[in-house]
C-alpha cells in the first residue's frame, strides 16, 4: 500500500505527486509534455489537480487507490458530478475563486483529451462545465519615486549584481524564472532573449540602465571554467552557482526592507507588476506592445494595467483649470 499511496487508513487531504493515477490519465500527461510541448512545471500543475480530482472520486465511490478509477468510473462522470466536486473544493477545501478556475480549466482540458484524442469516453461532461467568477483584482505596484528608491537602497558585497537584478525587472518586467535563466550568451546588442512560460522564448528588448548595469556586473562576475555547467549564466550565487529563485526572492526582499517599503505588501512579482505599470503610464505603449512585452499568451491578462490609463484620464479631468469653478450669486432685480 505505501508504494500505492492508497486512501485506506486515516484520511489524508494531500497526496504526494508520485501517487499513481489511472492509465488514461497517466497518458494524458505524457500527451501535455510529448505533444503539447507543455513545461514540466505546467505538468506537475496538471498533476495535482487529477490527483485532487481523483482522490475526491476514490474516497467517494470507497476505492483504496486512485489508479482503481477504470473506465467504468470516467465515462459515468456527469456534469452533476462536476459541481458537486467544484462544490466540495469550495466548501471544504476553501479555495479561491481563481485556484478553482485553474481547476476546472484543468479538468476542461483533460476530458477534452479523454473526448477528442484518446476516445475512453463518447461524451464531454466538461462542455457546459462553467468557471467560478472572478473579481478581478487592480495589480499592486511600486509608484516612480519608490522605484528609485528601491534602486537607491543597494550597497555591500554584491551591489552590482543586486543592481542589475533590480534593474531588470523594473525595466522590462521579467518573470523570476525568466531573469535566473538568462545566459550571458543570449544578450546580443541591446536585447537578449529569455525562456517564459510553456518554454516560450520571446526577446527582450534593453535600454540604457539595463545594459549599463548588466555591463557593470560583467566587469566582476566571477570566470568559470567553460566546462562549468553555470558557466552561462548570467547572475551567480556566492557559490559560483546559477542563482536560485529563493535566492533572488531573499535578495529583493531585503532591499524592499532597506528603502522602507513594506515587504508584505511589495514582491519579485509586484516588481513585474511595476514595470509593466511605468511602461504603460509613462513609456506610451500600446495594450499590444505591453503584451508582447510581457510575454502575455491572452491579451486580457495585460488588461489589467489599462487601470493606468483610467486614473491618468480622471486626474487629467481634475486638473482642469475651470474644475474649481464656482458660479456667482445671482444677483437681485
Known sequence: MADRNGLAGPEREELPL??????????????????????????????????????YFAKREKKEYLDDLDDSFIKGVTLSDLYRY???LSRDRRLKPATRARKVASL????????????????????????PKLTKKLPVYLELDESRQLLDSVSGENDRRDLCILTLFLNCGMRLSELCGINVSSIKDNTLKVTGKG??????????????????????RPELDENDPDA??????????????KTVQYTVKKYIMKAGLDPQKYSVHKLRHTAATLLYRYGQVDIR????ILGHESIS?????????????????SRNPLSDYEPKEPKDN
Open 232 to 245: 552561462d549564466a548570467l547572475f551567480l550565487s556566492e557559490r559560483k552557482k546559477r542563482i536560485s529563485p
Open 86 to 88: 467544484i462544490n466540495y
Open 18 to 55: 508520485e501517487t499513481p493515477l489511472p492509465y488514461y490519465a497517466e497518458e494524458f500527461l505524457i500527451y501535455l509534455e510529448n505533444i503539447k510541448g507543455k513545461s514540466g512545471n505546467t505538468v506537475r500543475e496538471y498533476r495535482y489537480d487529477l490527483i485532487m480530482f481523483f482522490a
Open 289 to 292: 506592445s505591453l503584451q508582447e
Open 301 to 317: 491578462t495585460t488588461e489589467i494595467y489599462t487601470h493606468v490609463n483610467r486614473e491618468m484620464l480622471a486626474d487629467a479631468v
Open 199 to 220: 518554454d516560450k522564448e520571446r526577446t527582450v528588448y534593453l535600454n540604457r540602465a539595463c545594459l549599463e548595469a548588466i555591463d557593470d556586473w560583467l566587469e566582476v
Open 108 to 131: 476542461r482540458s483533460f476530458f477534452k483529451y479523454l473526448h477528442s484524442k484518446a476516445h475512453v469516453i463518447e461524451n464531454n461532461p466538461t462542455l457546459d462545465l462553467e468557471t
